[in-house]
């Protein structure tokens, strides 16, 4: 069995189930199976301090995670553009969002000193990381370029 038919592993966004699918089913619009609701939605999945451990380290596909706050200016500006990044990204790329008012302590433990920021996850371990606002062209070519670099 080659590697590429290894089955990929990705957490759903409703109900935290992992999943096991292989890598042609990505583009198939496939479903959760226990919840049976879609695993990729082309838009940014809301984490909590519960969820994000197990989304970030049961994941085999790359995880991008906004840091963001609600009552952030460039946060709001930017939420717009990440929503157009996370429906050219997915399903090869988990977009995911953490309101770090919500979830101090994630901020906390990733170091965040400003927002917006985004890191960058593969394997569980983070990669890369961009503060401040971008536009959707420039999210999707930063992470792009950290992917295939």
Not at 39 to 48: I, R
Not at 53 to 72: G, N, Q, Y
Request: with cysteine.
């Amino acid at each position: 069995m080659n590697a590429s038919a290894l089955p990929l592993h990705t957490v759903c966004p409703h109900c935290g189930t992992t999943n096991r699918l292989l890598p042609e089913a990505l583009n198939a619009a496939p479903d959760c199976g226990r919840c049976h609701r879609p695993l990729f939605t082309g838009a940014p999945v809301s984490l909590d301090e519960a969820g994000f451990p197990k989304t970030i380290e049961k994941s085999d596909l790359p995880v991008l995670v906004d840091f963001w706050a609600p009552w952030c200016g460039p946060c709001r500006a930017m939420a717009p553009q990440y929503e157009a990044a996370a429906r050219e990204l997915e399903p090869q790329v988990r977009v995911v969002k953490v309101d770090t008012e919500a979830a101090p302590a994630l901020a906390a433990q990733h170091n965040i000193r400003s927002i917006p920021t985004l890191a960058l996850f593969v394997a569980g371990r983070e990669i890369a990381r961009q503060p401040g606002a971008m536009g959707a062209s420039d999210i999707v070519r930063w992470v792009r370029a950290r992917l295939t670099g």
